[in-house]
């Protein structure tokens, strides 16, 4: 069994900043890729920001330059720091592992529950 415990969002002003975690533990491997996704009620989930295991990172263009994903390899823990927020970042953002279990080859992947963040004008 896979275990993702996200914190770090809230409530905040059109401008502010947050910082979401993510720590990922049990039965892992190996994590090749670790991001972050946000969905809004009605929509799509969308990707936000990933980094994979060589510690290069991919960026939705609507956060390129205000998001910054970055990943603790020795905790298992991803991290985005969302910087001059807006309110259409106004989303649940959910963490996502891709991995390998101990004992199989096979690569897997598994959601976080969500964390709300809601940017206010």
């Known amino acids: 069994q896979v275990q993702l415990v996200e914190s770090g969002g809230g409530l905040v002003q059109a401008g502010g900043s947050l910082r979401l975690s993510c720590a990922a533990s049990?039965?892992?491997?190996?994590?090749?890729?670790m991001g972050w996704y946000r969905q809004a009620p009605g929509k799509q989930r969308e990707l936000v920001a990933t980094?994979?295991?060589?510690?290069?990172?991919n960026y939705a263009d609507s956060v390129k330059g205000r998001f910054t994903i970055s990943r603790d390899n020795a905790k298992n823990t991803v991290y985005l720091q969302m910087n001059s927020l807006k309110p259409e970042d106004t989303d649940v953002y959910s963490c996502?592992?891709?991995?390998?279990?101990?004992?199989?080859?096979?690569?897997?992947?598994?959601w976080g529950q969500g964390t709300q963040v809601t940017v206010s004008s």
């Open positions: 996502n592992v891709q991995y390998v279990q101990y004992g199989s080859t096979w690569g897997r992947d598994y």
């Open positions: 049990g039965n892992i491997f190996k994590i090749n890729a």
């Open positions: 980094i994979i295991s060589g510690g290069s990172t």
